[in-house]
């Protein structure tokens, strides 16, 4: 069985009765503390993939009333962010993401029409990296990427009408 580290950033710190039913069930692979003033676990988990790691910290969590709300990951990046991850001068990832250099497709900003900062998704432009560039990069793990998506989504699940009609999407 591999073991897994991820943090996950909680709505509150769990309460002393809270940490004693954890740790009571074996679930002793968690620190808990406060980092820039989130609430934070820091599991170290075994389990057969990252996703089963994942889930189940956060079913834990949940029974015991503790909402876990997303994870910590390198996913969002700046083109500074990404020069420096992938061992390239900031003018040149600039380039490359308006087309003016290399081979074309760099992945698009999460959010292309906002002013200011630039965000893109390291684990859109790391592939290409590899693919397009042959530079051997560090990846994301898809299940951090995911995990964090459907965290996002529980907190808004009670403001869609017709949920299940998006939830279909997961299995189309």
């Known amino acids: 069985m591999n073991s897994y580290a991820f943090t996950i950033v909680m709505n509150r710190r769990p309460t002393d ?6 740790f009571a069930h074996g679930r002793d692979d968690a620190a808990y503390g406060v980092e820039n003033g ?3 676990a820091e599991f170290d988990r075994e389990a057969p993939t990252m996703a ?4 189940s910290a956060v079913k834990e969590l949940d029974a015991v009333g503790i ?3 997303r994870l910590i990951d390198q996913d969002l990046l700046t083109l500074a ?5 992938l061992g390239l001068s900031r003018e040149a990832v600039r380039r490359y993401s308006t087309g003016e250099r290399g081979p074309g497709g760099f992945p698009p900003p999460v959010s292309p029409t906002r002013s200011g900062t630039t965000f893109y998704r390291w684990s859109e432009v790391a592939p290409w990296a590899r693919q ?3 530079l051997d990069v560090p990846d994301v793990d898809a299940a951090l990427v ?3 998506l459907l965290l996002q989504a529980r907190q808004h699940r009670d403001q869609v009408p017709n949920l299940v009609a998006l939830t279909d999407l997961l299995t189309s």
């Open 81 to 85: 962010d990404l020069a420096d991850k």
């Open 146 to 148: 995911v995990a964090n």
């Open 52 to 55: 089963e790691a994942i889930a």
């Open 38 to 40: 989130l609430p934070i």
């Open 17 to 22: 009765d809270e940490l004693k039913s954890l």
């Open 67 to 69: 909402r876990a709300l």
């Open 132 to 134: 397009r560039l042959d």
